[in-house]
C-alpha cells in the first residue's frame, strides 16, 4: 500500500502531464514546481534534487550539444554530407537517406553523439530547402533509437539488460545475450519505423521555426546576383536540366543576359555562360550560400571568398547618406568600407539589374560580406547604421579541422572501447578547440541550453521519487495483474507497456531495472524460457518515443526543434505501438513460443 508521500508522488506525476500536454508555463517552470513540491513535503531530500546536475549522462549531453555547434560553426560537415545528401531534393527523400544512415550507423555505435554530429547537418539542410528543422529533427532522433535496438552494443540500454543477465542475481543459468539476439525484431522495427516516418513524418510533426532564428531578420526578401564557376556545366541547358530555378532557399526571379532581362522566364529557358542569375531569398539562405563551396558563387563576393575572415552584416541606408542614387561601383563601396554589396531589400520594391549597377536609395538594406577593417570604416561615416551582424564566416586551417572531426572519432572510438570515459573524452576535445580558438569561448558559453539541463536534472529527482515512495513498484505490480489473465501475449504486452512508460519518466536504465526481475520470475512461474521475456525489457526500454525525458537523443533535439512534450506523443504513440506489436509478435515467432 502507499503511503503519504505515494500519493504526493501521484499527485504530482499527474500535474506534469497535464502541464507539460497543455504547454502553458513551459516546461522547466513545470518541473521546478513539481520537484518542488516534492522537496517541501520531504518526498526527495535536497541532495537528491541536486544530484541530477552532477549526473554524468546530464553532463555527457550538454558536452555533445557544446560539440555539434562547435561543428556546425565549423562548416566542415556540410560538406562531408553534401555528398552523401546531395541528391536528395525533397522531404520525403531527405527523410529516407537520414533515417537509414543514421539507423544503419546507430546499430553499432553509440547512437548519442551520432545524432549530435547529424544535428547541426539537418538544420542547416532544413533551412536551404524552406522546411522547418522541426520536421526533422524529432526522425533523426527516432532513426538512431530503432538502429540502437538492433544490436546488443546500439544502446546502451541494451547493455545494461545484458549485464543483469550475467549478473544472474535473480536466478542461475540464465543464457546470456548474444550480440543478434536483438536483430530479427531490431531490423524489421528499422525497416517499419522508417516507413512509418517517411509516409506519416510531415503530417504528424509540428512545422516550427528554428529556435536560434531571428523572425524580423526572416521577413526581408533580398535580391542576390549568382554566378556560376564552372560555366560548360550549365552553358546549353534548359532551367529545367540545369536544376537553378532553386538553390539553397534561393528562387530564381531574373536572367540578364547582355544587360537585359530575359521574360518571361520558363522551364525551357535557355543558358548560356555571361547570363547573370538574380535570385530572391532571406538572409540565412543568401549566408549559407557565402558559406558554400559549390559551383555556384555570389557574383559580388570577389576576393572575399578568399579572406580567412569575414563577416556577414546587415545595413540600411541612412536618410542623409552619401550613397543615395549612387550604385556600388560609383561609390566605390569595396575599397570605402572593407565590404561588398551581396544582396539588395528595398521594401516594397523588387530592384532589377546586375547589383553592382543598382542606384541606392534611403531605406535600402544591405547584406554584406565584410572585411576586418569594416568596422573601424563603418564608424568613420555617417552612411548607414548596422542593423545585424548575422554570421562570423572562418577558414579553418587543416590542422585545426583534423582536431575536430579526428578528435571528435577518437573520442568516440576511445569511450567505445572502454579506454576513457564519453564526458571526459568530449570535454578535453571542446578545451583543445576552445585553445586552438576553433571557436571563441563566448560562443561556447552561449550554447549551453539552460533550460534543457533544468528540465534533465529535475527528471531523474521525478524517477527517485518514484521509486522512493514506492509509486514504481506499485504499478508494475498493478499493472501485472491486469495483464496476466491474457495469457503469454497478454503478459509479453504488459512487460513492453510498463517498461515503455515507466522509461517515459524516470529514465529507460531505472525502468528496465525494476521490470528486469519481475519479468524474469513472471518467465519462470510460467515455465517459458526467460530470454524473450528479458528482450522485451530491453526493446520496451530502449523505445522510447513518448517524451523528450525518456532518452537522450530526445532531450538533445527537444530545444533545437521547438518542441513540446504532446509533439513527441502525438507522432510517437503510434510508433511505440507498432513497436510493441512487432516485438511481441516478434519474439513468439523467433522463441516458438507456444500461446496454448
Partial sequence: MLGFEGYIVIAIIIFLIVSLYLNKIGPGFTFMIGIAILGVFKVITPQEILSGFANEQIAVVVMLLLLGDIIRRSGLLDRLFDRTFSKAKTYRSFMARMTLTVAGFSAFLNNTPLV????????????????????????????????????????????????????????????????????????????????????????????????????????????????????????????????????????????????????????????????????????????????????????????????????????????????????????????????????????????????????????????????????????????????????????????????????????????????????????????????????????????????????????????TAMIKSGVAGVFADFAFGIFRPFGIIGVLVGIFLITNLLGSFITNKAAVALIFPIAVSMALELGINPKPFILTVAFAGAASFLTPIGYQTNLMVYGPGGYNFKDYFKIGFPLTILYMIVTVLGLVYQYDISLY
Avoid at 516594397?348 to 535600402?364: I, Q
Avoid at 579553418?396 to 582536431?403: G, N, T
Wanted: hydrophobic letters at 50%; aromatic letters at 6%; glycine letters at 8%.
Fill in 116 to 463: 549530435a554530429i547529424m544535428m547541426p547537418y539537418v538544420s542547416s539542410w532544413s533551412k536551404k530547402n524552406g522546411i522547418a528543422p522541426s520536421k526533422l529533427l524529432i526522425p533523426l532522433s527516432y532513426a538512431a533509437i530503432l538502429g540502437g535496438t538492433a544490436t546488443l552494443i546500439g544502446t546502451s540500454t541494451n547493455l545494461v539488460v545484458a549485464g543483469m543477465v550475467t549478473d544472474q542475481y535473480i536466478v542461475g543459468n540464465l543464457e546470456p545475450l548474444e550480440i543478434f539476439d536483438f536483430t530479427l525484431v531490431g531490423v524489421v522495427m528499422i525497416v517499419i519505423g522508417v516507413l512509418y516516418l517517411i509516409l506519416f513524418g510531415n503530417a504528424l510533426l509540428p512545422e516550427k521555426k528554428h529556435a536560434i532564428e531571428n523572425l524580423e531578420m526572416q521577413n526581408r526578401e533580398f535580391i542576390a546576383e549568382v554566378r556560376i564557376a564552372n560555366d560548360a556545366e550549365y552553358d546549353g541547358k534548359t532551367l529545367e536540366e540545369s536544376g537553378l530555378k532553386t538553390i539553397n532557399g534561393l528562387l530564381l526571379v531574373e536572367v540578364l543576359r547582355d544587360g537585359k532581362s530575359l521574360n518571361p522566364i520558363t522551364p525551357e529557358t535557355i543558358l548560356r555562360k555571361e547570363d547573370v542569375l538574380l535570385y530572391a531569398g532571406e538572409t540565412d539562405s543568401i549566408s549559407e550560400m557565402v558559406a558554400s563551396r559549390s559551383g555556384l558563387r555570389l557574383s559580388q563576393l570577389g576576393m572575399y571568398a578568399r579572406k580567412r575572415q569575414t563577416s556577414i552584416i546587415e545595413v540600411v541606408i541612412s536618410y542623409n547618406s552619401t550613397l543615395i542614387s549612387k550604385t556600388a561601383r560609383t561609390s566605390n563601396f569595396r575599397a570605402k568600407y572593407d565590404a561588398a554589396i551581396i544582396a539588395v531589400h528595398r521594401n516594397g520594391e523588387r530592384v532589377s539589374g546586375t547589383l553592382g549597377d543598382v542606384k541606392l536609395a534611403a531605406g535600402d538594406v544591405l547584406l554584406l560580406v565584410a572585411g576586418q577593417d569594416f568596422e573601424q570604416r563603418a564608424m568613420d561615416a555617417h552612411d548607414f547604421y548596422i542593423i545585424s551582424r548575422l554570421r562570423e564566416l572562418k577558414k579553418q586551417p587543416f590542422y585545426k579541422q583534423f582536431v575536430l572531426i579526428g578528435g571528435t572519432l577518437i573520442a568516440i572510438i576511445a569511450s567505445a572501447l572502454g579506454f576513457v570515459k564519453l564526458f571526459t573524452a568530449i570535454l578535453a576535445l571542446v578545451l583543445l578547440v576552445a585553445l586552438l580558438r576553433v571557436v571563441s569561448p563566448k560562443d561556447i558559453a552561449k550554447s549551453i541550453d539552460f533550460n534543457l539541463l533544468l528540465i534533465i536534472a529535475l527528471s531523474l529527482a521525478l524517477g
